[in-house]
Structures are given as structure tokens and as C-alpha cells.
């Protein structure tokens, strides 16, 4: 994955929507969520089955944002991530980041013919933590 697109998505002016966030500690979702919101991100939890996750108010979709989010993280299926990358052309949103799994050809050439960035194949909790590191 191209670093300087990383770091691009990394900054931290980015408000950050994840959708898939999660109640559930052991999930992948509820992880990214804390892991980004520890970090000092302004982020939104996504997930149509909570009204709460740590405390903050959970939203349906991405529609019920009360602001549009720079970045998109997704920790859903693939099936999933492409409908949601629909929802980002429509929202004008212009980054998506695709969690290891939640993935498809589908929905990441959806993104490149729609001038939408995207990042795949990579970790953001584990991106986060090499950047803290200097790598």
C-alpha cells in the first residue's frame, strides 16, 4: 500500500466514520473504534444493531452523521463494503479504508472508477502503530 496515502488518511484533521464499530470488546469493530478514538480522532461509531459504543452515540448509517466524515473505515463484510462505498460516491465522501476481510475487487474498483481513495490490505490500528514509530 502506498505510504504517503496511509499518512494521507492518517492525519489527524481527519474525522473518521467506522462502520462496523461494535459493543463487543473481543470484536474487531469495537477495536478500531477505541484504538482511534484513544488516539485523539474525532470518529463516529456506524452500526444500525447499537444505540451506544463507549459511551458515544452509535449511528445508523452513514446518512445520520451530523457531519460528513473525511474517512471511512469499513469492519463489515465484503457484501457489505459494497453497498457502503456506494453510499460514499453519493456522500461525496473521498476515503475509504477497507479493514483486512471486509475487502472485495468489487468494492475497491468501485472506488478507483469513482476517484474514491482507498486503502486495503492493511491494519489502521497497526498502520497507526508503525507511524507512531517512526516507520
Do not use: H
Not at 37 to 66: H, M, Q, T
Not at 70 to 97: A, G, H, S
Amino acid at each position: 500500500m502506498d505510504a504517503a496515502l496511509i499518512r494521507n488518511f492518517l492525519e489527524k484533521k481527519n474525522i473518521f466514520a467506522v462502520v462496523g464499530a461494535s459493543r463487543n470488546p473481543k470484536k474487531f469493530g469495537y477495536q478500531v473504534y477505541r484504538d482511534l478514538r484513544s488516539a485523539g480522532y474525532k470518529v463516529y461509531p456506524v452500526n444500525p444493531n447499537a444505540d451506544e459504543i463507549w459511551g458515544d452515540k452509535c449511528f445508523a448509517k452513514l446518512e445520520d452523521l451530523p457531519e460528513k466524515p473525511d474517512v471511512v473505515d469499513l469492519v463489515v463484510p465484503p457484501k457489505i463494503t459494497e453497498n457502503v462505498v456506494r453510499t460514499c460516491k453519493k456522500l461525496k465522501i473521498r476515503k475509504v479504508w477497507m479493514q483486512p476481510g471486509s475487502e472485495s475487487e468489487a468494492a475497491i474498483n468501485f472506488c478507483r472508477e469513482n476517484d474514491i481513495d482507498v486503502v486495503y490490505g492493511v491494519c489502521v490500528m497497526i498502520e497507526r502503530a508503525r507511524r507512531r514509530k517512526g516507520n
